[in-house]
């Protein structure tokens, strides 16, 4: 396997269940988006995108399922859609990033979504918590793939330039 040229440009993190959320932020064009979707439909969105992009210019994530056994949640359909992600990512060899749990989410605040206007309501909520999932990832990754001006500048306004984030 061959080393990447650059970290991927296009990041994606999927909240999986029966309707699916998915966020994404493309660092070359500086656009966000989210939505929620189907399993057919979210399958139908990452393959436009794997036969879109170089394969190492594509990283997907999904949050992990934890089946607590507090009777909540679609472990069912939560795992037939973490289970199509590994499969494309496979398939066309792109990044699958590290499931992480759904607390890993709380670093990319509701509050900061507004900040961003990232913010979108839909029926589950979904759109959200892959959002949330999202902005955490691109807080905690900052090292790998370098926070984007716009973002640092609305979130951290009053804490100086982006060059003083700690490495």
């Known amino acids: 396997m061959t080393t990447p040229p650059r970290p991927p440009q296009f990041v994606m993190w999927v909240d999986p269940g029966l309707v699916s959320g998915y966020a994404f932020y493309d660092y070359i064009s500086r656009n ?9 439909g979210l399958g139908e969105r990452l393959r436009a995108l794997a036969t879109s992009l170089p394969p190492w210019d594509l990283a997907v ?69 892959a959002s949330r999932h999202l902005l955490s990832d691109m807080l905690r990754n900052h090292r790998q793939r370098a926070l984007p001006e716009e973002v640092h500048r609305i979130l951290f306004a009053d804490d100086g330039p982006a060059d003083t984030l700690p490495t």
């Open 32 to 40: 966000f988006g989210c939505g929620e979707e189907s399993l057919t």
């Open 61 to 129: 994530g999904c949050e992990d399922y934890l089946n607590a056994g507090r009777g909540r949640g679609t472990p069912r359909y939560s795992y037939a859609v973490m289970g199509m992600v590994e499969w494309l990512a496979h398939d066309y060899a792109f990044t699958q990033l590290p499931a992480v749990p759904s607390g890993m989410r709380k670093l990319g605040s509701v509050n900061k979504l507004k900040k961003l206007g990232w913010y979108r309501m839909t029926k589950g909520g979904h759109s959200a918590d």
